[in-house]
C-alpha cells in the first residue's frame, strides 16, 4: 500500500490532488490544517492506495530505528495494521458515500457536502441535508432548540458555567444588558470570587448598567441573596471557569449552585475549542442538569459543525450564542434558520 500527504491551501483543491494521483480508489486516511515552509495556511490531506510503494511512501513508513529481533513478525504484524487502517478507514468513507447516495436529488447531495465541509458529522449532516435543501433551515431529529428567556412572565434564574476563559461572563452581561435594555430589572450573583480577578469583570459591567452585583463567597450566604434580589425578573450568576482535565474544578462548584437554586443552567462552548475536548466537557458537565448549550465565539473558527455534533451529542437545546466581544450586539440566538445560516457562511469562508 502507498500512503501520502498532499498539501494544497485549499481543501478541496488537495483532494482533487489526491484524485488526480491516486484516482477514485484512493483512500483518505485523515485531514489536518496547517502551516507551509513559508507560514501560509494549507490542508493536508494523507491518503492511501494500493499497490507498489512510490518513494514518498517509503519516506512516510520510516523504518524502525532499530534492527529488529523478530523481522518476520513484525512485517506481518506491520502488514495487518495495515490492513486494519484500510478497513476502518474505507468503511467510513463507504459509510459517508452511502449516506450521500441515499439522499434524493443534488440540491440534497450538495447541502450534504457543504455540511460536511464546516465538519458537521455524515450522521448528522444526512439528517439535516433535507431540509437544507428545502428550506434553508438547520432542522433534524438530533437537534432541540431552547426556549428563550420570558422574565416578563417568570422569574428566571440563570447560570452560565463553561471552560476557562470561554466567554461566560460575557455572555452574562449579554443577556444583562439586553434584559436590562427593556426595561427589565436584572441582579447579578457571582461565584467566582476565589481567583484574582474573577469578580472584575462583572463588576464593571454591572456599574455601567447600574445593577447591583452579589459576590457569592460561601453557599451559606444565598438565602440572604436571593432574599436581596427577590424583586429582580432575571437574576444572573457568572461562575468560575473550570476543566475538563480537572473534574473536581467542575464539581467543587455544586454547592454554591445547588443553595442559588438555578431553572436554568447553561453550559457555554466556545467554538474555538478543539472537537474533542469540547465533547470532553460535556462529559464532565454530564452530572450538571445542564438546560441549554451555548455556543460561544462562533466567529473564531472555521468548523462551525462542531457545534451540531456537540449539541446532538449531549442531547442539550440550543439557545444563545456569541459571535464577537461586543456586548450586546454580538449575542445571538439559535434556530433552525439562524444556524443554517451560520453554517453556510462558515462553508462560504472556508471555500474562498
Ligand atoms: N472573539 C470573541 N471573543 C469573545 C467572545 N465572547 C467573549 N470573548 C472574549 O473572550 C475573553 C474571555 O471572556 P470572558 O467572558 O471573560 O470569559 P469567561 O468564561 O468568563 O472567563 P473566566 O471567567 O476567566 O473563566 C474576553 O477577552 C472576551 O472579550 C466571542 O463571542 N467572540
Ligand atoms: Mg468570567
Known amino acids: 500500500m502507498q500512503i501520502r500527504t498532499f498539501s494544497a491551501p485549499k481543501l478541496h483543491l488537495a483532494l482533487s490532488k489526491v484524485r488526480k494521483e491516486f484516482g477514485p480508489e484512493a483512500m483518505i486516511l485523515d485531514r489536518n ?23 514518498q511512501a517509503k519516506k512516510e513508513m520510516k523504518p524502525a530505528a532499530q534492527p529488529s529481533a523478530h523481522p518476520d513478525l513484525d512485517h506481518r ?37 457543504t455540511l460536511l465541509s464546516c465538519a458537521v458529522a455524515p450522521t448528522h449532516a444526512h439528517d439535516l441535508a433535507p431540509a437544507m435543501a428545502a428550506t434553508g433551515e438547520a432542522r433534524a431529529r438530533c437537534l432541540r432548540w431552547g426556549k428563550r428567556l420570558q422574565p ?24 444583562a444588558t439586553h434584559f436590562h435594555m427593556q426595561g427589565i430589572e436584572v441582579a447579578l450573583v457571582s461565584t467566582d470570587t476565589e481567583r484574582m480577578g474573577g469578580l472584575e469583570g462583572l463588576a464593571a459591567y ?33 461562575s468560575e471557569g473550570w476543566s475538563q482535565a480537572n473534574r473536581k474544578s467542575c464539581r467543587r462548584q455544586g454547592p454554591p449552585w445547588q443553595a442559588l ?21 460535556l462529559e464532565v458537565a454530564a452530572g450538571l442538569y445542564l438546560t441549554d448549550l451555548l455556543p460561544g465565539k462562533l466567529d473564531e473558527t472555521a468548523t ?49
Open 152 to 175: 416578563q412572565k417568570q422569574r428566571e434564574t440563570v447560570l452560565v458555567t463553561g471552560p476557562c476563559g470561554g466567554g461566560k461572563t460575557t455572555m452574562i452581561a449579554n443577556l
Open 33 to 55: 490544517r496547517g502551516h507551509d515552509d513559508e507560514g501560509n495556511a494549507i490542508w493536508q490531506v494523507r491518503a492511501a492506495r494500493d499497490g507498489e510503494s512510490g518513494s
Open 304 to 352: 462551525a459543525g462542531k457545534v451540531v455534533n456537540w449539541a446532538a451529542r449531549s442531547g442539550l437545546p440550543l439557545s444563545y450564542c456569541s459571535f464577537g466581544s461586543s456586548v450586546p450586539d454580538q449575542m445571538g440566538w439559535l434556530n433552525p434558520k439562524t444556524l443554517a445560516t451560520l453554517l453556510q457562511r462558515n462553508h462560504r469562508k472556508e471555500s474562498t
Open 77 to 113: 504484524l506491520q502488514h495487518s495494521m495495515q490492513h486494519l487502517e484500510r478497513i476502518v478507514s474505507g468503511l467510513g468513507r463507504m459509510e459517508t458515500d452511502t449516506l450521500r447516495n441515499s439522499l434524493h436529488d443534488e440540491n440534497e447531495r450538495r447541502a450534504f457536502d
Open 261 to 281: 437554586a438555578p431553572t436554568r443552567r447553561m453550559l457555554l462552548l466556545p467554538a474555538n475549542l478543539d472537537e474533542a475536548d469540547g465533547m470532553a466537557t
Open 206 to 238: 454591572a456599574s455601567v448598567l447600574g445593577i447591583e452585583l452579589h459576590a457569592l463567597r460561601r453557599s451559606e450566604d444565598a438565602a440572604g441573596i436571593l432574599q436581596k434580589t427577590e424583586s429582580a425578573r432575571l437574576l444572573l450568576i457568572d
